[in-house]
């Protein structure tokens, strides 16, 4: 019997690959996305295609990363120096990004980057369809492949393709600044089923449809050539158990008892994000400010251990976030800070999962509170690692995620004076409260976790392929 598969396809491959004096070594990514579509990709004859994340040049050494990676069902797409620079930097990181996060005037827009886009998009498709064959499935991820599914779609019929969106959809009136728009939505609409973390994103990708391509739509269907393509929301989340379990370890003891020492009787408040202009981290520490020159009660009574990983810091963008944020926190520390305390701890780098779930464990409150994000993931981390049912979250709205966790206290990062009440809100909730709000939070977490993700995008995919062909026999 000839079995249907699965191809899974993102611009990174989930291992990382390193190069010690001529010797390969794999490592596996422990990254929320693997874990979940781990059931997928090595179930069966299914693969993953992405970019193995290092540049290779040397065609020796390319055979030989493909036959490693294809023993654990991973198929790669080599990209040179100058597709990473073009498409993947440039029209992906400084156009779609900050388009995206609603900061339009960082997008650059620039002919070449979209002329690479569009052939990097080609590369990976044509290892898609190099692969595939009719009644199989493909799962197409995120804003660095939007072209992918018409590609496909363009040669291969008799395939069901999914495409996820993992940061926002903006609204129209941002979304038609890009002067490629209509491409872009042309080769999303490629695909059979299209999903975005919140109902909000789905509704503007429908909206940006009808008015830039003037296509018709009933509820969350777009016809597109008559036939019904599907567009919804599918919150994305965590490996609720891993989280849950990680925080109940033992070996955790040791970062716990380091941790609650050096805050001392100080409550702690942490923030856990990569270095980008769209997480919120210059609000945060201007809210956070304003919290102790108004409440002055609270020095030597709150730590804020603040996590930034490193990210894109070459880029102009990020690297005055960065000169921002060290003035910031310097700037703080120096003004309030005593002999005994000192009000923010900083890291620029990044923490072990273990730490991390230490952190996320022995926080008192966690703040997530970025500009615009599609889901955020921290948010649901630190729910699921609450194994007390102790701990308050102060979450952002524009955070996808607020829409499932309303037992968050829900601000707006832009409002200033309801941020800091939040934080003081949050400093004085009473246990039954905050185990309330955490129990709550907890039940929606871990039942709707990153399996439950996977499994529904996958049947809805395969609902969305029998009412076309259903409808093409008509
Ligand atoms: C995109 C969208 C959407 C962070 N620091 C360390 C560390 N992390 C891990 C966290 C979390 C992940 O990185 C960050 O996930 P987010 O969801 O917050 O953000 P993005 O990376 O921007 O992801 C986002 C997501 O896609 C999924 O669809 O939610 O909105 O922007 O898992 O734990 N992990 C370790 N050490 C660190 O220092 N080990």
């Known amino acids: 019997m000839n079995k249907s598969k699965t191809i899974i396809v993102s611009n990174r491959l989930p291992v990382k690959i390193t190069f010690n004096s001529g010797q390969i070594a794999y490592q596996n990514s422990e990254g929320g996305l693997a874990t979940g579509l781990g059931s997928i990709y090595r179930t069966g004859n299914n693969i993953w295609i992405g970019w193995p994340g290092a540049i290779i040049e040397d065609d020796m050494l ?22 990473i620079n073009k498409y993947y930097e440039g029209f992906s990181n400084e156009t779609l990004w900050p388009l995206f996060h609603y900061f339009p005037s960082y997008a650059r827009y620039s002919e070449e980057n979209w002329e690479s886009y569009k052939a990097v998009n080609q590369k990976f498709a044509d290892i898609v369809l190099a692969n595939l064959k009719n009644g199989d499935q493909v799962w197409i991820h995120d804003y660095q492949l939007m072209l992918v599914p018409q590609m496909i779609r363009s040669k291969m019929q008799d395939v069901s393709i999914g495409f996820f969106l993992h940061i926002p959809f903006p609204s129209f009136e941002v979304f038609r600044l890009l002067p490629w728009r209509a491409e872009l939505i042309k080769g999303v609409i490629g695909a059979d089923l299209i999903g975005f973390h919140t109902f909000d994103d789905s509704k503007y990708f429908i909206n940006s449809c009808q008015r830039i391509l003037g296509l018709t739509s009933i509820n969350n269907q777009l016809y597109v050539n008559d036939l019904p393509v599907i567009v919804d929301a599918f919150p994305i989340s965590i490996d609720y158990v891993k989280y849950n379990e990680l925080a109940s370890n033992k070996v955790l003891k040791q970062h716990e008892d380091n941790i609650i020492r050096r805050k001392g009787e100080a409550k702690l408040m942490i923030s856990v994000d990569r270095l980008d202009y769209s997480k919120g981290l210059i609000n945060r520490l201007k809210a956070f400010d304003q919290l102790l020159s108004q409440f002055p009660k609270y020095k030597e009574k709150v730590v804020f251990v603040q996590l930034v990983v490193p990210s894109r ?3 102009k963008q990020y690297s005055e ?43 008192d409150i966690a703040l997530v509170t970025p500009m615009r994000d599609g889901m955020n993931l921290v948010s649901k981390e630190y729910v699921a690692s609450k194994i007390d049912k102790k701990g308050v979250l102060v979450l952002s709205e524009m955070a996808g995620a607020s829409r499932e966790l309303n037992d968050a206290i ?19 909730m009473p246990d039954e409260e905050q185990l309330r709000r955490m129990t709550a939070m907890q039940e929606i977490v871990a039942r709707f976790n990153i399996f439950h993700w996977v499994k529904v995008f996958m049947q809805r995919l395969e609902d969305a392929k029998t009412l076309q062909r259903r409808l093409s026999v008509r």
């Open 313 to 315: 810091d070459t880029v």
């Open 62 to 83: 390319k055979e030989q990363v493909s036959v490693d990676l294809k023993e654990k069902s991973l198929f790669p797409v080599f990209l040179s120096d100058e597709e």
């Open 410 to 428: 829900i601000i707006n990062p832009n409002d200033q004076i309801s941020y800091v009440n939040a934080l003081v809100q949050a400093l004085e």
């Open 321 to 363: 976030l960065k000169e921002e944020v060290d003035r910031l926190v310097s700037d703080i520390n120096a003004r309030y800070g005593t002999l005994n305390w000192q009000p923010i701890q900083y890291f620029y780098r990044s923490f072990s999962i273990e730490l991390l779930s230490a952190l996320y464990k022995t926080a």
